[in-house]
DNA sequence: CTGGCTGCAAATCTTTTGCATCCTG
DNA sequence: CAGGATGCAAAAGATTTGCAGCCAG
């Protein structure tokens, strides 16, 4: 099933202006902030508002198609790979790098405080190559 | 060491606005944010300015004396407690829960591309017993 | 056709900054 | 008594909202 054909089976509008962000996101791998999308699809659709990117965003993230980041403290970025992974952050340039590692997180019941917990995620720190 | 003792040791001004934020974060356990600070200690100083308050959570995080949270995404969270451990926290009410157990997260070189991982930090998701 | 989407602007919320004054060390 | 801290207000960023028109299903 290609992308497309995949968003065609999720009940949102296919507008031009979302599949030009969906086209954008595709395979993305920098974990874009909204002023990313809104600045390169604008490129395409000079019309392109701040509340359409925010609003696609926010329909793809209620179908569980990207994830919200929280990664870096002044914005949100977005991660269209929604499969189970981890990430690196650079210290310095806030770069992010996709870990794929499957830890062993149990957490025994003494430690959850009646939570029921239902997933996790592992931010690691340290410095790129480049910052280094 | 008491813990007024501990900051007159680090170069800070103690004023007394910041003995009162130093004496609510002291022990607390709720991962407050700085609106949450401001209202507290407004009762008792009621000129409290935002800025004093972030000017006073920016020098104790230079002196590494508060951890600056990103779990919530609407708003930075501060943690008093600098030891090591990880977050559980309810997707419904936002509750934060300190975990206190050590994980073997070592990353081979070949996930890490060329970074120099210096931390690490887990983010549990879950229900408290409230919500769900 | 019609309900959801778009674009624009205004509003909101959090955080930062400029600056005159104050006060700790 | 000097340099950092305070308080106030204004500014800056990110995100959200209101609303009139538009268009995908």
Known sequence: MTTMERYRH???KLT???IAILGYLDGNKSHPSAEDIYKSVSREFP???F???YNT???LKNKEQILELKIDPSKKRYDPDTTPHHHL???GCRSIVDIYKNFNLDLSEDLTDGFDVTGSHIEFFGKCSTCR
């Open 16 to 18: 031009p202006q979302r």
């Open 57 to 59: 965003l926010e329909a």
């Open 47 to 49: 019309t392109m508002s």
């Open 10 to 12: 999720l009940n949102i």
């Open 51 to 53: 509340a359409t990117v």
């Open 89 to 91: 952050i650079c210290t």
